[in-house]
């Protein structure tokens, strides 16, 4: 039942923050892939902010839903390509795949004067890992000035995905080195406050390490159809 793995889900996060002597982080829920019902029972359950991957799926389960749940935050979590930013601006609360000057440009271009802030966070590819998202390390500042310098834009944070390892212990030194990174960045723009890291098998590790948000998909959900 979606309402039981919700709870479970929470009262992980709960023990992982207690245990570890943090705050408890937020919950995104991961519903790429998953169908617009699958995320109707986790908001009729209480779950509001939900993360996908692509842009038209995202589109598609917004305005599904958007009639009995009005109140839902959608992130996108996927890589944002340059022709999909008018459409991403449009369609989400949040973005977190940030890592780029041209999505900067086209996401505030695009985002309607009418609608609240876009809030984003700067995805951080930490370990240099080839062939994935992220800027690296030494270009957060500069993305973040740019961002802070757009008044349809709210900085709020960084995202990351680190190497998933299968010992889980050898994700916490890039956990710890994404914090760090996240209190340099803090410390120079007042608005940033949501360190985003940890999915279904490590958020535990990713919460003792300081993460303020969680993203989580299979625990929520069960295994992705596709
Ligand atoms: C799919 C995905 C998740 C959720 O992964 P699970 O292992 O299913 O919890 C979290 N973050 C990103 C960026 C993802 O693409």
């Not at 890592?99 to 984003?120: E, G, K």
Request: glycine share 8%.
């Amino acid at each position: 039942m979606p309402a039981d793995r919700l709870r479970t889900v929470l009262q992980r996060i709960q023990n992982a923050a207690d245990a570890a002597g943090r705050p408890v982080p937020a919950l995104l829920a991961v519903s790429k892939t998953q169908p617009a019902d699958a995320v109707a029972a986790l908001a009729a359950a209480g779950q509001q902010a939900f993360g996908e991957n692509y842009v038209q799926e995202a589109a598609a389960k917004r305005a599904a839903l958007a009639a009995d749940h009005p109140g839902l935050q959608w992130h996108l979590i996927g890589h944002l390509q340059s022709n999909k930013a008018a459409l991403a601006a449009e369609v989400f609360d949040w973005v977190q795949s940030v890592d780029r000057d041209s999505v900067i440009a086209a996401l505030a271009r695009h985002r309607a004067p009418q609608r609240p802030r876009l809030n984003v966070l700067i995805q951080v590819n930490v370990e240099g890992e080839p062939g994935k998202g992220g800027c690296p390390p030494g270009a957060i500042a500069g993305l973040a000035e740019r961002v802070a310098a757009e008044p349809r834009l709210a900085l709020r944070g960084l995202m990351s995905i680190p190497v998933p390892h299968a010992d889980l212990e050898a994700r916490r030194p890039a956990f710890a080195r994404i914090r760090a990174l996240f209190a340099d960045l803090a410390a120079r723009h007042p608005g940033v406050d949501t360190l985003s890291m940890g999915m279904s098998d490590d958020f535990p590790v990713a919460i003792a390490e300081g993460a303020t948000m969680v993203r989580i998909g299979t625990a929520l959900f069960g295994p992705r159809p596709h």
